[in-house]
């Protein structure tokens, strides 16, 4: 078990020095000045919040198509479901 743990953990080392590599050889802070100091997993995390932002953006807009189909369902995307109100004027205007 600790033969496998071990594996494991050096394998991750591996991987994130290539990784740390690659990002290097992309010249990401030579490009993005601002991104100088930080670190590769705040970066990593940022992009997946990004992308988590994005897929919710797509579900909300899914949702609202949806809902949508149900207003023309009962009578159109225009009309109200209950439009109609009946509206007294009081006597002294």
Not at 42 to 69: C, E, P, T, V, Y
Request: charged fraction near 20%; include cysteine; charge should be negative.
């Amino acid at each position: 078990m600790l033969d496998t743990l071990g594996s494991l953990e050096w394998t991750y080392d591996c991987l994130m020095m290539k990784v740390d590599a690659f990002y290097a050889f992309l010249n990401v802070c030579d490009k993005f000045s601002k991104l100088k100091g930080i670190s590769f997993d705040f970066i990593q995390i940022h992009l997946l919040m990004w992308d988590l932002k994005i897929n919710i953006r797509k579900q909300a807009i899914g949702s609202s198509f949806k809902w949508d189909k149900l207003d023309q369902v009962v009578g159109g995307a225009q009309q109200a479901l209950d439009n109609n109100w009946i509206f007294v004027v009081p006597q002294g205007f």
